[in-house]
């Protein structure tokens, strides 16, 4: 089991910034691919941005230049830095672990999600 504890979220204005961190514990041997997502109100939830274990991102367009992922590998962590916030990044996001473990007979890999933490932006 793989626990995702995340942090950072809060209210802050149009044009601000946040920070969110999420450390993953556990049996783990090998995180693949970490990732933010984000549900609003009402809506799906969505892809923000996602690292994997070679450095290679993926984000979604209406984040770019704006939003930045970067992971610790050494200490299974992920951050997502938030600038030039806007009213529609309000949402509960949520960090993402695909994780494979050894039980030391086979590999396999499974998916896991944190809590989520509420980002409001507004004035």
């Known amino acids: 089991q793989v626990q995702l504890v995340e942090s950072g979220g809060g209210l802050v204005q149009p044009g601000g910034s946040l920070r969110l961190s999420c450390a993953a514990s556990?049996?783990?041997?090998?995180?693949?691919?970490m990732g933010w997502y984000r549900q609003a109100p009402g809506k799906q939830r969505e892809l923000v941005a996602v690292?994997?274990?070679?450095?290679?991102?993926n984000d979604a367009d209406s984040v770019k230049g704006r939003f930045t992922i970067s992971r610790d590998n050494a200490k299974n962590t992920v951050d997502l830095q938030m600038n030039n916030l806007k009213a529609q990044d309000t949402a509960v996001y949520y960090c993402n672990a695909d994780v494979t473990h050894y039980s030391g007979q086979y590999y396999f890999t499974d998916d896991y999600w944190g809590q989520g933490t509420q980002v409001t932006v507004s004035s």
């Open positions: 690292i994997r274990s070679s450095g290679r991102t």
């Open positions: 556990g049996s783990i041997f090998r995180i693949n691919a």
